[in-house]
């Protein structure tokens, strides 16, 4: 099975993929680059697309957006639309035979009907709906953006559980987030874990305002820059240690967490692929912090042979397999992460076993799991078909 079609009876099938929206450089972006790959073919349909905020590949890329793209605000602050992306969702409409969604609110309910089977590659179901204040960092109630989102949710909640109903096939990216798939949709889902998406034997380029201040290595954080992420307390774990730290990010905290950097701290944004493996190759250890859905950087820093000082939770429980190839810290607390970061420091790592084990997480892998998803998806809709034909004929 090759290329952005697949077999389905005398002809190839069309593939389609849809993704929330096109405005970043982050993990489920790089898993829509990778779908891409597997069905290069395939018309991208997502709301918004910033060619200059999210990977430069997606250049190369047939993609169709909402009418809420129009809008260059909306394209640089994508947040800032969600009272408008429910509305702009059911204007994004597919054809094809099988649509893959890469979904964390808003793919999966795209207008679909004029396609034929749904398969949602979800990430987490909606982060601000069910998990509401991990997402906004504090109490929803206690600020004006979670006002606003506690009186738009019933309405969302209404319409994502409609769309979620409606697609035919649901996979999950980790173990934890196939059990939040069960608790907000009742669907069962089976788990694809994601591909890491850097490739170690490409070549790096420095980053120019580290290389200096880099010395012998550092630890290394790559993230988001929002309040649940916990960037903040790491950077607060590091003040005082003489180990150095890197933090490479971009979000709404970029500008309060520059103003409290002490100096064995650097924050850089905006990297290119070859920076980010200057990055990875130069880390002594990369520290996860945050409760992620599954969380790719383990995998990529693995890539590199480097182990991972990671939070107790969420999908890195499918990812590290401590004093193999990394370590777990109970808290995302400044003293919790402090502590594991000197306990490091006697642990002597084994690179080869770590990039050894990264290679069950290879890309690969990833495009045999979700082609065989699709064919299968196709056979049932072909053999759904082919009864209702038979029925049609037998009846008077």
Known sequence: MNGGAV??????????????????????????????RAFPDATIHTTLYDPEGTYPEFREA???????????????????????????????????DVVVASSSGWAHGFDHSRSGGVLVYCHNPARWLYQSDTYLGRRAATSPNGLALL?????????????????????????????????????EADVVAPPFGVDPALPASPIDDVADWAGDGFHLVVSRL???KNVHHV??????????????????????????????VRLVSGLTDDQMRWGYARALALI???????????????????????????GYLDTITPGLNG???????????????????????????????????????????LRRRVETLLAD?????????GEQRRSP
């Open 7 to 36: 077999g389905a009876g005398a002809r190839r099938a069309r593939v389609a993929i849809a993704h929330d929206y096109l405005t970043q450089r982050g993990g489920a972006e790089r898993v829509v680059l990778a779908m891409l």
């Open 62 to 96: 047939r993609i169709e957006v909402s009418p809420l793209n129009r809008i260059g605000f909306f394209r640089r602050h994508h947040r800032a639309a969600l009272p408008l992306l429910a509305l702009a969702s059911r204007g994004v409409r597919t054809d094809a």
């Open 151 to 187: 009186a738009l949710r019933p309405f969302l909640v209404h319409w994502d559980k409609r769309a979620a109903a409606r697609a035919d096939v649901y996979l999950a990216n980790s173990t934890v987030v196939r059990e939040r798939v069960r608790a907000a949709y009742g669907r």
């Open 226 to 228: 929002l309040p649940y």
């Open 235 to 264: 950077v607060d774990a590091f003040r005082g240690l003489p180990e150095r730290l890197l933090v490479i990010g971009s979000g709404p905290m970029a500008q309060e967490l520059r103003a409290r950097l002490p100096d064995n």
């Open 288 to 314: 996860a912090p945050s409760h992620e859905d599954f969380g790719l950087t383990p995998l990529e820093a693995g890539a590199f042979g480097r182990p991972t000082l990671a939070l107790h939770a969420g």
């Open 327 to 369: 370590t777990f810290f109970a808290e995302p607390t400044a003293a919790s992460i402090r502590a594991a970061v000197v306990a490091d420091r006697a642990v002597t790592w084994d690179p080869v076993a770590i990039a050894a084990n990264v290679r069950r997480f290879d890309e690969p892998r990833f495009h045999e799991e």
């Open 381 to 389: 809709a072909l053999l759904a078909d082919t009864r209702a034909s």
